[in-house]
């Protein structure tokens, strides 16, 4: 699914102006550690942490995009950040919970590649 | 060779202050000098143990029972006679404030795999055998060695065994200071190895397990050490040691802190979505081989190998 749609399905925004692109499975954690730990290639995360320091965790496991839910006050230095690792970042005003349910009814897989109906 | 006891003599000053106290069994299954060999016997049997101290009935030491005294007694045909007419009475025991290296003599001056400990009333208080010995030996050296299993296969191999044992050449080849006083740099040394591995061409999916075990070693340094480290890096062609260290406090519980969940990270590191205790275990996960050395007060090493697997090409 292509980021663009993602963010359509959000309601979200595009941060910057990163270049369009495919993201098929997804995971999400506020935990650091734990994104280390189940994090995929190419994945889209989700999460509510508003920190730089995501962004340099998600660099590390190479995330394919973030999406930061509830609306948060995302810092600038933390979109400074994802531009210089080429990190594609959005955010919704969704609470965590439906941004997730709407992804996955719309046929995102989550890493182990569990989809909607199957 | 040199003998066990020479060893420890060697490093006696670092267990001066480790007496019995701290490391025997206790409580201890003790057997009543009235009771039968039978019931000795039993005792013996269901808790898998081959020798009982034997008391009165103030808890006072009055000899020991082992199986030798038990088979003794069954060709004599005498499993009902009491203890006290079995047992041997001459019963070499420890203090429970004698230090290690007594321990270590005894153990070896008489060649028993077991000594009761008593306190200052001749009350008996617990057992020390010498595997209690050993433990407490390894943990105050606090030496973890951890493996994961699941690679046995892949460590069985003979490339992996014929790793180029002068690896240590001291030829760093990354090196990275750890500055502990910024939380939000943590990671910034993981991103540089990351870098700088795949420059030197490494495949991407070998560089992701180094800069991810990486990155939890040098966020553990900042969260915990409260102190300087260092990240230094050895590189082979188809091999990577990463060592992180520190010099701060140290972990006094390995095996605790190597449980997934357990944390001890204070809240306002959790704020920054640290401290879910999963940083020693995704270590374990992504590393082929880690060894961690610490002990309370004495800074923490991580060493970290890795090599290219099939695959990550």
């Not at chain 1, 394919?64 to 210089?84: D, F, Q, S, T, Y």
């Amino acid at each position: 699914m292509l980021l663009s749609e993602i963010t359509r399905i959000v309601e979200g925004k595009a941060l910057w102006n990163f270049d369009d692109k495919d993201c098929d499975v997804c995971g999400a954690t506020d935990m650091l550690s734990e994104l280390l730990a189940v994090g995929r290639d190419g994945m889209l995360l989700i999460s509510g942490m508003a920190t730089s320091q995501l962004i340099k965790t998600a660099d590390i496991v190479g995330v394919g995009g973030i999406l930061i839910v509830r609306g948060k006050n995302i810092p600038e230095e933390m979109i400074e950040l994802a531009k210089k690792y080429d990190i594609p970042l959005i955010s919704t005003k969704l609470v965590m919970f439906t941004a997730c349910g709407r992804l996955f009814c719309s046929g995102l897989s989550d890493i182990n590649g569990t989809r909607f109906g199957y | 060779m040199e003998s066990a006891n020479e060893i420890i003599k060697k490093i006696q000053p670092y267990f001066a202050d480790l007496s019995v106290e701290q490391f025997m069994t206790s409580p201890v299954i003790t057997v009543r000098d009235d009771q039968t060999i039978l019931y000795a016997k039993e005792l013996m049997r269901s808790w898998r143990i081959s020798g009982l101290p034997v008391v009165d009935d103030e808890e006072l030491l009055k000899g020991i029972i082992s199986i030798e005294d038990i088979i003794h007694a069954l060709e004599s045909g005498s499993l009902t006679s009491p203890v006290s007419e079995k047992m041997s009475e001459n019963v070499v025991f420890l203090s429970k404030y004698d230090k290690i290296m007594e321990v270590v003599k005894k153990f070896e001056l008489h060649g028993f795999g077991r000594f009761p400990v008593i306190d200052d009333a001749h009350h008996v208080v617990g057992m020390v055998t010498k595997q209690d010995l050993m433990i407490a030996l390894l943990k105050k050296l606090s030496i973890l060695y951890v493996h994961d299993t699941r690679r046995e296969d892949f460590v069985g191999i003979e490339s992996f065994r014929s790793i180029p044992k002068n690896i240590k050449s001291e030829k760093v080849e990354f090196e990275f200071q750890i500055d502990y006083k910024e939380i939000s740099l943590a990671g910034t040394g993981a991103a540089e190895l990351k870098k700088f591995l795949l420059s030197k061409n490494f495949p991407s999916k070998f560089v992701k397990r180094i800069a991810i075990a990486t990155y939890e070693a040098e966020t553990n340094v900042i969260i915990h050490s409260n102190s300087t480290g260092r990240i230094k890096t050895y590189v082979e062609p188809d091999f990577v040691e990463v060592r992180v260290n520190d010099n701060g406090k140290g972990i006094e519980n390995i095996e605790l802190a190597m449980k997934e969940g357990y944390s001890t990270a204070p809240d306002y590191v959790r704020e920054y979505g640290f401290g879910a205790g999963m940083g020693l275990s995704n270590i374990k996960k992504c590393a082929d081989k880690m060894i961690i050395l610490s002990s309370k007060g004495n800074g923490v090493l991580v060493e970290m190998h890795f090599w290219r697997h099939e695959g990550e090409d």
